[in-house]
């Protein structure tokens, strides 16, 4: 049987950083993210007895087995669903990977629905988020639709992504500004082992549930000033925990911190955007949907930028009928 679904990557408010359970990737707190509109996954597959060994296609080149963590992922769906067949999988993103733009949500929430539905499974939101989460962590965020609220359970049963909100829910935009395209040396995965090795780890897990909180709280509200600042401010605080590890991890390059530069300019100057960064170099510049065009301008004339990407809101991972073989 064959399915395909797409998925959208997303941006988390409030960071997931640091495991509690490596296996089962449980997180040492919950988060808070927004689906984004213009990052995506399509992913196809098909499962047949005819089929000798997985094979894995990912942007149109074939994948080795050993190790791949996709393979991992669809013998957790064979278990589940009972079966032992060999599985075909092609999948392509539609914007770069590995540079901290969260590939691996969008990746394997599409590989989880359409791995689920190909392999004859019905699961229900929760449970595709559960699975979707043992293959990467911040995947179980992309199921659900549009602001999401990642549950920080102490099981397995009890750690997956919520709607919060509808798409619709507010006119907000996140512009990205890619400012290389480059893989990033060390992957977020690693990057999560390192986390304890902070001094300051400890303070970040003491004050996590009350940011959660207050970020709630401004999204109910519609505080869009109150909403930016704690999202700023969350990001530079994960930043100086993983520059803090050992050994530390810097992820931004020179167009990083220029954007970040002028983004505190051009508040001064009264255009209400934020920043965000994730484990990568590329930024996250949250604005008010009726501002999008202009900071995606402003954006673009810095050399260091090679490209903008205005995401809106968006609903989560869902099937779709054209497939990719």
């Known amino acids: 049987m064959k399915a395909t679904a797409l998925a959208p990557s997303n941006l988390a408010f409030i960071k997931y950083w640091g495991k509690k359970n ?53 013998d957790r769906v064979r278990r589940l669903a009972r079966i032992e067949d060999r599985a075909k999988v092609a999948t392509e993103n539609d914007f770069p990977t590995a540079t901290g733009l969260s590939s691996s949500a969008s990746g394997f929430a599409a590989l989880t ?26 995947a179980c965020r992309s199921i659900p639709d549009g602001f999401v609220e990642w549950v920080d359970g102490g099981t397995s049963e ?8 509808p798409p619709d829910y507010w006119d907000i935009a996140d512009v990205i500004a890619v400012v290389s395209k480059s893989k990033k040396d060390v992957s977020t995965t690693k990057g999560h082992t ?20 207050l970020v709630k709280q401004s999204l109910q509200e519609k505080d869009f000033p109150a909403f930016g600042k704690l999202v700023e401010a969350e ?6 925990i993983m ?45 008010q949907r009726k501002d999008a065009e202009e900071v995606a301008e402003l954006t673009h004339q810095f050399i260091e930028v090679q490209k903008t990407i205005v995401n809106m809101p968006s609903e989560g991972a869902h099937v779709v009928n054209q497939h990719l073989f």
Not at 113 to 138: D, F, N, P, W, Y
Not at 235 to 240: D, G, I, P, R, S
Not at 262 to 269: E, F, M, P, S
Request: glycine fraction near 6%; include cysteine.
């Open 22 to 74: 490596e296996e089962l990737t449980l997180p040492e707190n919950g988060s808070i993210s927004m689906n984004l509109s213009n990052l995506t996954t399509t992913t196809t597959v098909e499962f047949s007895p005819d089929l000798q060994e997985d094979t894995i296609i990912f942007n149109g080149q074939q994948e080795t087995n050993q190790g791949n963590r996709v393979i991992k992922h669809l």
């Open 113 to 138: 629905l359409a791995a689920a539905k190909a392999a004859g499974l019905s699961l229900t939101e929760k449970e595709l988020s559960i699975l979707a989460r043992q293959g990467s962590g911040s």
């Open 158 to 165: 009890t750690s997956y992504a919520v709607s919060l909100y």
């Open 194 to 213: 390192l986390a304890h090795s902070s001094p300051f780890f400890p303070i970040r897990l003491a004050r996590i549930k009350k940011k959660i909180e």
């Open 235 to 240: 990001a530079l605080e994960l930043h100086a």
């Open 243 to 287: 520059l803090t590890s050992d050994p530390p991890l810097v992820y931004w390059f020179p167009g990083t911190i220029e954007v970040m530069h002028a983004v505190r300019k051009w508040r001064r100057d009264g255009l209400q955007v934020y920043f965000s960064v994730n484990t990568g170099q590329d930024i996250h510049l949250l604005c």
